[in-house]
């Protein structure tokens, strides 16, 4: 069970859409339609933004878009706001009711 | 409103046992379908998940962990109780307790975060 990958860093300007991308394997995101994204300001604790691939909960903005092909998830953010600055981490289900997370992208809006 | 927050204490010695607890409200662990799960995030780095109880008492636990790791609920309480043996510097970070729902299968919300630094 290894960290799900993700990019390091993102960047994009204000009102630009970014993608964030979250490979696992087969043995996760792959087989599972159970990814889950999470957003997190500096000193606070994750905010969950997606779940099941591509649902929102209550109250999160449909700017946040989530999708799925094959080993690799996506969390799309269009019109892009300073409020977006964040980290993101995925999430999935891994079998046998065990989960893993991603290793965290860092979003910059120029 | 569903509502979690951890505690237990902020530094430990290395070799020691960390235990850590979960207090919550706005939900029952007797519920079918809810649990409680713990996450950890060393300083600067990603999140890494722990431990999850269910509703059922069934317990899962991160492999690379399991050796170290117990999970309990006292549903009378509204508590989880996380213990971690053999405590090394590189335990040291931020521990979250998270709300598990079955149905929706996410961590939502979660708790503010314990600092725990593992130092002799």
């Known amino acids: 069970q290894s960290a799900l990958t993700q990019p390091a860093s993102v960047s994009g300007s204000p009102g630009q859409s970014i993608t964030i991308s979250c490979t696992g394997t087969s043995s996760d995101v792959g087989s599972y339609n ?69 290793g965290g992208t860092k979003l910059t809006v120029l | 409103q569903i509502t979690l927050k951890e505690s237990g204490p902020t530094l430990v010695k290395p070799t020691q046992t960390l235990t850590l607890t979960c207090t919550f ?16 995030q060393p300083p600067g780095k990603a999140l890494e998940w722990l431990a999850l109880i269910y509703w059922d008492d069934d317990k899962r636990y991160s492999p690379s962990l399991k050796s170290r790791l117990t999970i309990t609920k006292d549903t009378s309480k509204n508590q989880v109780v996380l213990t971690m043996t053999n405590m090394d510097p590189v335990d040291t970070a931020t521990y979250y307790c998270a709300h598990f729902n079955w149905e929706y299968n996410w961590f939502d919300p979660w708790g503010q975060g314990t600092l725990v630094t593992v130092s002799s």
């Not at chain 1, 989530?66 to 269009?78: M, R």
């Not at chain 1, 892009?80 to 999935?92: I, V």
């Not at chain 2, 409200?25 to 950890?40: A, E, K, N, P, Y």
Request: charged residues 15%.
């Open chain 2, 25 to 40: 409200s706005g939900f029952s662990l007797s519920t079918s379908g809810v649990g409680v799960g713990w996450i950890r």
């Open chain 1, 34 to 102: 159970l990814v889950s994204w999470y957003q997190q300001h500096p000193g606070k604790a994750p905010k969950l933004m997606i779940y099941e691939v591509s649902k929102r909960p209550s109250g999160v903005s449909n700017r946040f878009s989530g999708s799925k092909s094959g080993n690799t998830a996506s969390l799309t953010i269009s019109g892009l706001q300073a409020e977006d600055e964040a980290d993101y981490y995925c999430c999935s289900y891994a079998g046998s009711s065990l989960w893993v997370f991603g």
